[in-house]
């Protein structure tokens, strides 16, 4: 399981490819780009997964694990009830409460990506966690959790935390 994630937005395609290279080796992306339609979705997943894999890294697709599968994705992304099993995939599950924590223990997700920690670009305003309520979260969680929302490498190290996420972090 990677310790540091890269999650897609179409805010920062351009510069995707640049964080991708730039991502210590084994790092993982997660890509969403929900607003592409269809098809545009799938080809520019193809083309950001190759670029990860050519750096050692996990490519993840936020959907169902349908479409994970199909894919050929490393894992799948986002609400817990879709993370269903088979093939093996790596199952990252969303939590922003202490019941979608109990979600992810009772799907057994592989990890999961608490967040917001603290305030983002990308939700401004939007309410946080917060480090004391993050790290209480965290200890009801089964699986690791990947901490995500204002991240980025010294955020991280403040809060002592190895595993997390950001969006625009590895864009800058």
């Known amino acids: 399981m990677p310790d540091i994630w890269l999650v897609s937005d179409p805010r ?68 817990p009830r879709r993370l269903a099993t088979g093939p093996r995939l790596l199952r990252l599950a969303t939590a922003h409460s202490l019941r979608e924590i109990g979600r992810a223990n009772r799907h057994r997700a592989d990890a999961v990506l608490l967040s917001p920690v603290f305030a983002t670009r990308s939700h401004p305003g939007a309410k946080t966690l917060g480090a004391a309520r993050f790290r209480l979260l965290a200890a009801r969680s089964r699986p690791p959790v990947i901490a995500l929302g204002g991240m980025n490498g010294a955020r991280a190290r403040r809060l002592g935390w190895t595993k997390w996420a950001a969006i625009q972090a590895f864009s800058d």
């Open 12 to 79: 920062i395609d351009e510069s995707l490819a640049r964080a991708l290279a730039r991502l210590p080796r084994g790092s993982g992306l997660i890509f969403r780009h929900y607003v592409l339609p269809a098809r545009a979705r799938c080809a520019r997943f193809r083309v950001l997964a190759g670029i990860a894999r050519r750096h050692g890294h996990r490519a993840v697709w936020s959907g169902t694990a349908r479409e994970a599968r199909r894919m050929g994705a490393d894992g799948v992304y986002g609400d």
